[in-house]
C-alpha cells in the first residue's frame, strides 16, 4: 500500500466517523484529517514513501500542535485516541488484504 492509498484509507474511515459521530468525535476527526493530509504532502514532497513515514508524520504534527498550545488536555486526549483508533482499523484492514 502507498502512502496515498493510506490516507484514502484513514479519510475513509474519518468519513463513516462524521455521518454517525458525536460533536467530539466530529471535532477530532476535523482535525486529524488536516494532519492526515499534510503529513501525506510533507512525505511526498520529501521522497517518503512508507506508511510508516506518514504514522510518524503525522505523530509529529500533532506533538508540534501541542507543544504549540492549540489543544487543550481533554482536546489531546481525544485526537490521541482518534488517532490510535485510526491506526488500528487501517492496520487491521492491511493485514487482512
Known amino acids: 500500500m502507498n502512502i496515498h492509498e493510506f490516507e484514502q484509507l484513514l479519510l475513509a474511515q474519518i468519513d463513516a466517523i462524521v455521518a454517525k459521530g458525536s460533536d467530539d468525535e466530529l471535532f477530532a476527526s476535523g482535525y486529524l484529517r488536516g494532519h492526515i493530509s499534510?503529513?501525506?504532502a510533507n512525505?511526498?514532497?520529501h521522497g517518503k514513501t512508507l506508511v510508516r513515514d506518514v504514522e510518524m508524520n503525522v505523530l509529529r504534527s500533532l506533538?508540534?500542535?501541542?507543544?504549540?498550545g492549540e489543544l487543550n488536555d481533554q482536546d489531546q486526549r481525544l485526537v490521541e485516541e482518534m488517532w490510535q483508533q485510526l491506526l488500528k482499523q487501517a492496520k487491521s484492514t492491511l493485514a487482512a488484504q
Open 63 to 68: 506533538q508540534q500542535a501541542c507543544l504549540n
Open 43 to 45: 512525505c511526498e514532497i
Open 38 to 40: 499534510l503529513a501525506v
